[in-house]
């Protein structure tokens, strides 16, 4: 049989963009559904997901519902030119007033609703270790340093070890704060920075939560951010490394983020330069084969 005379063309950037659209959708109401199942177990079990004992019922499900309704393109592209429309009203310093008033409002929230789940993950052990005195890890080295000396500033104080990891909470937003200030083009992304963080999983570790992957987890979006920065200028610049550095001593975990810094790294290079390396690296495993 001979070919069909209507050849199938590749999907046009709509299309595609529809069906990626569908699936972060169908992805997205998966994991609402799933949180809501998750629920009605016992958290000791499902302590990682999610438990009814957080959020009253009606919240949780109107939640998971605007979740999955602002995923829909017809919705989010609505709703993303009605807020450029709204910032695109305010002028430079009022957008810098009502940032800066925003901060200061997550972590006046920060103070006046600090986390109380202490029994979850690790926080007995830490608590017992930090007020113990312990000062040394072997996977977070320099978290577990910041946390004694913060400790040794509330040591007097009723409940010094649960002081100690609020105001380390308070001390890594104003760093991540800072960042997001430093590294916004305008007044507009900061401020959509600021609403970006409030949908952070790890939100909670700002507000007290007693966990060591605070510090990390902020000098990790430092890194982040640097990095993407030095992406676009072709560059590996002393910041991004240092960020990266210090996230791998506040926490070892953050390792995963080195092959990044490598293909980082491998984009500056001249395409000669490349070019050596790989007949380098050939050689190498050549000679080390026979």
Known sequence: ????????????????????????????????????????????????????????????LSLAAVIVLLALP??????AALLTLVLDRFSSRALTSLALTFALALLVGFCLLPSQNHILGDGSTILARISAG???????????????????????????????????????????????????DDRREFLLALAAFLTFGVVQFFAGYIENYTFAFVAGVAYTLSACRDLERRRLGP???????????FHFSMAVLLPSILFLWHQTLTARFRTL??????????????
């Open 1 to 60: 049989m001979g070919k069909s005379a209507h050849p199938v063309s590749p999907a046009s950037p709509a299309v595609a963009a529809g069906r990626s659209a569908l699936i972060l959708t169908a992805t997205l109401a998966a994991l609402a559904l799933l949180g809501l199942v998750l629920a009605h177990f016992s958290p000791a079990a499902t302590w990682a997901f999610t438990s009814w004992l957080i959020y009253p019922v009606w919240l949780r």
């Open 239 to 249: 910041v991004t490394v240092f960020a990266l550095i210090l996230a791998l001593a």
């Open 74 to 79: 017809p919705v989010s592209g609505k709703t």
């Open 134 to 184: 312990d000062v040394k890890s072997s996977t977070e080295p320099l978290t577990y340093l910041v946390n004694h000396l913060l400790f040794r500033v509330f040591e007097h104080t009723a409940a010094a070890g649960v002081n100690a990891f609020r105001a380390a909470g308070i001390l890594s937003s104003l760093i991540l704060f800072a960042f997001f200030y430093s590294f916004s």
């Open 277 to 290: 390396i790989v007949a380098g690296v050939g050689v190498l495993l050549l000679v080390g084969g026979t």
